[in-house]
């Protein structure tokens, strides 16, 4: 075997030792007091992924939490809550819309959505209602991914 076979050999064989299926993705998102899109905010704010794809919230500064938003997950999704200034990983294996919150920031409008493939329950999602700032950022998010359809 040439050194280019046993160097794509080693790859593949990482892979499989780090548990990476064939074409999952793990896309970061981090927690920030301050980003390109204002204070106490998910970067990027809006995540699409395939089923099977991973996010990392990061805990990029302190005093962030990542956690589902009650009702604004596909039906039989399970929630998840991280801890305060941790990272948390998910693997999203439900297509859908899901909400994101920092619990400390929500009402400052620090919220993401994440949606994984087709987003059926995208009306269901719409409807959860908001409080504070997170509200407006929600509706911000909602107009960008129907943007994002349409260019499609």
């Given at each position: 075997m040439n050194n280019?076979?046993?160097?794509?050999?080693l790859a593949l064989g990482a892979q499989v030792i780090l548990g990476g299926a064939a074409g999952a993705t793990e896309i970061q998102v981090k927690m920030l007091n301050k980003g390109a899109e204002g204070l106490m905010v998910f970067e990027p704010s809006l995540v699409r992924i395939e089923p099977g794809?991973?996010?990392?919230?990061?805990?990029?500064?302190?005093?962030?939490?990542?956690e589902t938003i009650k009702n604004m997950l596909p039906e039989g999704a399970s929630p998840f809550a991280g801890?305060?200034?941790?990272?948390?990983?998910?693997?999203?294996?439900?297509?859908?819309v899901y909400g994101v919150k920092c619990m400390p920031h929500y009402a400052m409008g620090m919220v993401a959505l994440v949606?994984?493939?087709?987003?059926?329950?995208?009306?269901?999602a719409k409807a959860v209602p908001q409080t504070g700032k997170a509200r407006?950022?929600?509706?911000?998010?909602?107009?960008?991914?129907?943007?994002q359809a349409a260019a499609k």
């Open positions: 280019l076979g046993i160097i794509a050999a794809d991973t996010v990392k919230l990061v805990a990029t500064d302190k005093s962030h939490n990542a801890k305060m200034n941790a990272d948390v990983t998910v693997t999203f294996d439900k297509a859908g949606v994984v493939g087709k987003p059926d329950n995208l009306d269901q407006q950022i929600f509706a911000a998010l909602f107009d960008r991914l129907t943007q």
